[in-house]
């Protein structure tokens, strides 16, 4: 009887056992955080449209604000089991890179990490970033096609294990499921939700996560946002900034108020010269005015800024009126107080900080000699020539 009863008692002690297992297994529903032992997060100061959760051994889970995730796997590491199927694996080293988002080329020039992009969705011609430019000149980064036509072809022969894209490719979802039916990740860079132009250049913190350069990203980034916290304790000038071009049809095109060039120049001290321009809740970043409703508020602007990275750099504010007789009444005009972007402006997400410095130093310095600055420069009178330098 006793030895019965022992064996019964044995058999119950290993179903409890099984059964202990099973629902140990279970209890981890694919979480990364019952699969890996978490051991902190990434700090951010702007950026909030992706997050960086750090686990034991070197692994990291990337969260973008569209919903999607990425484990990063160290390089010799293996890919840890039961993870959720929504979580996309990306194994170090990461290269053979499709770039498509514009912004983030600037960001791996700036990590010395250009070698790990094989393949651009923008053509030699249309960049502005020097490196960029030379590394496909040479057939080091080769042009792919756009983001809605890819050469699905020449990105596979060439091991492509990134794409990354930028928000475009919500217009053209089908793109993005094929490469991933082909085995290529994609993460669609989120950086032009940021509210804040430094949350912008904060995703050079991603990139140089995924590139094992993280203390570098954080020293280019601590570096433009210093230029923040000079400027942080200074007052307003309440001078006012008109931003905007002239397109070929002769209408303003002007920045939405709230977007983040005008935040720019608020946060160098300025007014934007539009209260409130534009919907809010709609994607698009410009708003197109017949230049009679253009002229009756940016006539009274303090400064001018063109945006020259559309139609061309302008050379003189002769120039900038041919464009429209209209111009020639405004007070930044009378005043010259024309000032003009380089066409390197919006592919530099990496120096943002130094472009809200330069806006501070136009709309503060009474130098009449200063007319260059390292993202703008001022447009000389009628008949003047612009000085040499330009960038």
Same mark, same amino acid.
């Given at each position: ?6 064996? %019964? ?41 992706? =997050? ?41 080293? +990461? ?63 060439? =091991?492509?294990?990134?794409?990354? #894209? ?27 939700? #940021? ?6 250049? !904060? ?17 280019? %980034? ?10 942080? =304790? ?8 008109? %931003?905007?071009? +002239? ?18 120049? !608020? ?22 005015? #017949?230049?009679?409703?253009?002229? $009756? ?20 504010? !002769? ?62 009178? $009628? ?9």
């Amino acid at each position: 009887m006793i030895k019965k009863r022992c064996m %019964f008692t044995a058999v119950i002690i290993m179903i409890l056992l099984i059964m202990g297992c099973t629902q140990s297994k279970d209890n981890t529903d694919g979480n990364p955080e019952n699969v890996l032992q978490q051991e902190g997060n990434m700090e951010f100061k702007y950026a909030q449209n992706f =997050n960086v959760d750090y686990y034991k051994g070197g692994y990291s889970i990337i969260s973008v604000s569209d919903g999607t995730r990425y484990l990063v796997v160290p390089e010799g590491q293996d890919v840890p089991a039961d993870l959720d199927k929504d979580i996309t694996v990306l194994k170090q080293p +990461i290269n053979n890179i499709y770039l498509v988002a514009t912004s983030s080329m600037c960001l791996f020039d700036a990590l010395n990490s250009l070698d790990a992009i094989k393949f651009s969705g923008t053509k030699a011609e249309e960049w502005y970033i020097e490196n960029a430019r030379s590394a496909m000149e040479a057939g080091n980064i080769i042009y792919a096609g756009k983001y809605n036509i890819p050469d699905y072809e020449l990105i596979m022969s060439g =091991n492509c294990n990134l794409a990354i #894209e930028s928000t475009m490719i919500n217009h053209t979802p089908e793109v993005k499921e094929k490469l991933k039916e082909l085995g290529i990740p994609v993460i669609t860079d989120q950086s032009s939700y #940021e509210t804040h132009p430094l949350g912008r250049t !904060e995703w050079i913190k991603l990139y140089g996560l995924l590139m094992g350069k993280e203390s570098e990203a954080k020293q280019i %980034f601590d570096k433009q946002a210093g230029y923040i916290e000079e400027l942080a =304790n200074k007052d307003k000038t309440d001078k006012t900034v008109a %931003f905007f071009y +002239i397109s070929s049809s002769g209408n303003a095109i002007a920045r939405k108020s709230g977007d983040y060039v005008t935040r720019m120049i !608020e946060a160098a001290g300025g007014n934007y010269i539009f209260g409130h321009l534009g919907d809010p809740e709609s994607a698009t970043s410009t708003v197109t005015l #017949e230049m009679e409703e253009f002229y $009756a508020t940016a006539k009274n602007a303090d400064y001018i800024i063109y945006n020259s990275t559309i139609d061309g750099e302008l050379s003189s504010v !002769e120039e900038l009126m041919g464009k429209n007789s209209l111009l020639k009444d405004f007070k930044a005009v009378q005043n010259n107080n024309v000032w003009c972007t380089g066409k390197n402006m919006f592919q530099e997400t990496t120096h943002f900080g130094l472009m809200i410095s330069d806006i501070h130093r136009m709309l503060t310095d009474n130098d009449n000699d200063l007319t260059e600055l390292n993202f703008i420069y001022k447009l000389p009178a $009628a008949d003047g020539e612009k000085s040499d330098g330009k960038k």
